[in-house]
């Protein structure tokens, strides 16, 4: 398409995340609209369509694709829809923002990378969003700088606030951690080989069912060590912490920025209750980066690859978590072209 006209956007799936992006897309970022927006609920879609101007509302993502007023897609349903959306787009190679996770489980997520490899060129960037965190950023210079030194361990933290009813011991693997999966592999630039879970004595905050909260184990290819905690229904706030401890030094990204308030005897700060408002920059950025790519005839971002990478990792999480044993992950050869 040409890069001066405005990128027609369908959004698939007006749930939380669906319903903040064409907000994003009409009200934040330049160069998009929103032309489409798709739900299996029709009286979802509707309302948000007729709010915009040219959008027209859909109940089926392959209808919104084959419209001519559709020039990239972002999946934003839920991550059992994401491959035949996926396939769909890649049907038409059509440009794809596609939420995380790229589908839930192995299998799917291979199917994509092999339906993409079949163009012959990229066209899905995957929505692992905290690459685009300024803070996560930062850390990643500074590491790949190699000022610190090799990098020996990572403790990640992932506090939720709660999380919606429904939510299993699975999904904390698949849909949670997920994001500290996709970073670990970026900021250390190399696979994840094994996986072990550890189930704290559950919070009696925890709905029936979910064991909260959890210690997730990565293994690295270069034998680093990388814990995350993972904590579904903390109920202070949404908290997202990550540390680095190299042959020369610790960096620690993610405590509350301020204002830092001192009155009536006490001093504290206010911590945010969801990630739409914690990463609402790195979303921002996230969407403007895709659109601007697209633009330019450019796929940029997170990769198939790296969803597939994640998805591997989280099935082997989820065999660890049911099981109690160490299992290692094992991914297909990654194709040229993928790094
Ligand atoms: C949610 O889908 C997200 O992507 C959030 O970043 C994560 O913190 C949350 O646990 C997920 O359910």
């Not at 009286?43 to 392959?62: D, Q, V, W």
């Not at 960037?125 to 361990?153: N, P």
């Amino acid at each position: 398409m040409p890069a001066q006209r405005e990128l027609g956007v369908a959004v698939v799936g007006t749930g939380k995340m669906g319903a903040d992006h064409v907000r994003r897309i009409e009200r934040v970022i330049s160069g998009a609209r929103v032309t489409a927006v798709v739900d299996i609920e029709a009286e979802r879609a509707k309302p948000l369509a007729e709010a915009i101007e040219g959008c027209t509302a859909y109940t089926e993502p392959a209808a919104a694709m084959a419209a001519h007023d559709v020039d990239a897609v972002l999946i934003a349903s839920s991550g059992t829809a994401h491959e035949a959306a996926l396939l769909a787009a890649l049907g038409r190679d059509l440009p794809v923002l596609c939420e995380k996770p790229l589908t839930p489980d192995a299998a799917s997520a291979l199917r994509v990378l092999e339906a993409e490899q079949r163009l012959g060129h990229r066209r899905v960037q995957v929505g692992f969003m905290r690459r685009y965190d300024a803070e996560y950023l930062k850390l990643k210079r500074l590491l790949d700088s190699g000022e610190l030194g090799r990098t020996l361990m990572l403790h990640h933290r992932h506090r939720n606030l709660s999380l919606p009813p429904g939510f299993t011991n699975a999904m904390l693997i698949t849909d949670s951690v997920v994001h500290e999966t996709d970073v670990t592999r970026w900021l250390l630039d190399q696979e994840i080989t094994a996986v072990s879970v550890r189930k704290a004595a559950p919070s009696s905050l925890a709905p029936e069912g979910l064991d909260d909260l959890q210690l997730v184990l990565f293994e690295t290819g270069s034998g680093a060590l990388v814990d995350v905690e993972i904590f579904g229904h903390c109920g202070f706030g949404y908290q997202v912490i990550a540390e680095a401890v190299c042959e020369r030094g610790a960096v620690r990204i993610g405590d509350e920025p301020g204002p830092r308030v001192s009155a009536d005897g006490r001093w504290g700060g206010r911590i945010t209750p969801d990630y739409i408002e914690r990463f609402e920059d790195a979303y921002d950025r996230q969407v403007q980066a895709w659109v601007d790519a697209t633009r330019r005839g450019e796929v940029t971002g997170p990769s198939v690859w790296d969803g597939y990478a994640a998805a591997v990792v989280s099935e082997a999480g989820v065999l660890a978590q049911r099981e109690g044993r160490r299992v290692e992950v094992e991914l297909t050869e990654r194709p040229s072209g993928y790094r």
